[in-house]
T-cell receptor
Framework: GQQLNQSPQSMFIQEGEDVSMNCTSSSIFNTWLWYKQDPGEGPVLLIALYKAGELTSNGRLTAQFGITRKDSFLNISASIPSDVGIYFCAGQLTSGTYKYIFGTGTRLKVLA | DAGVIQSPRHEVTEMGQEVTLRCKPISGHNSLFWYRQTMMRGLELLIYFNNNVPIDDSGMPEDRFSAKMPNASFSTLKIQPSEPRDSAVYFC???????????????FGPGTRLTVT
């Protein structure tokens, strides 16, 4: 199936560091969602973005809808061990439709 | 509020056997999605229901897969006969369509890990 390019694929960071990851595409998206998936669990919705340029925070997480509408970014500040997991972006190609394209995921490991 | 509920959480079966996965969407949501997740292909949409009616089943891999939604609070995904390559994690997600015909966020269940030997 179609997937979004997400980078980095994986990263090891020290506790307390900030983390950045992004999703890029050649297509224009109308909505971006960011999910976190813990081992053995389903993806949990973190942040939803609906407008180009929108910047939204959820605790230590901040996500932005790129101005070109072809990308989105997720930042985690002051990482903690429980931030470990796989982060997925999902983009909605056509406004208001049910179909989301999912990113390939960023696997985050936090070293205490 | 209860989230999306899936059962079983784990299923191990032998090739050729029938497998049935179950899902209860979030109450009030009128859209239900079945996804399959594998390392190689990531998250793939298999089928989408709106108001209990299958709208898009283009992601269903082959005729061995079938899905039903007899009412607003229950859906099944059936594989018959199962094959080792069907081994994956199967997720159900639900969402809601607004009166303006827009869909927003999708909420996922915990998944069913299927192993076919």
């Amino acid at each position: 199936g179609q997937q979004l390019n997400q980078s980095p694929q994986s990263m090891f960071i020290q506790e307390g560091e900030d983390v950045s990851m992004n999703c890029t595409s050649s297509s224009i998206f109308n909505t971006w969602l960011w999910y976190k998936q813990d081992p053995g669990e389903g993806p949990v919705l973190l942040i939803a973005l609906y407008k180009a340029g929108e910047l939204t925070s959820n605790g230590r997480l901040t996500a932005q809808f790129g101005i070109t509408r072809k990308d989105s970014f997720l930042n985690i500040s002051a990482s903690i061990p429980s931030d470990v997991g796989i982060y997925f972006c999902a983009g909605q190609l056509t406004s208001g439709t049910y179909k989301y394209i999912f990113g390939t995921g960023t696997r985050l490991k936090v070293l205490a | 509020d209860a989230g999306v509920i899936q059962s079983p959480r784990h299923e191990v079966t032998e090739m050729g056997q029938e497998v049935t996965l179950r899902c209860k969407p979030i109450s009030g949501h009128n859209s239900l999605f079945w996804y399959r997740q594998t390392m190689m292909r990531g998250l793939e949409l298999l089928i989408y229901f709106n108001n209990n009616v299958p709208i898009d089943d283009s992601g269903m891999p082959e005729d061995r897969f079938s899905a039903k939604m007899p009412n607003a609070s229950f859906s099944t995904l059936k594989i018959q006969p199962s094959e080792p390559r069907d081994s994956a994690v199967y997720f159900c997600a639900s969402s809601t369509e607004t009166q303006q015909g827009l869909w927003y966020e999708q909420y996922f269940g915990p998944g069913t890990r299927l192993t076919v030997t």
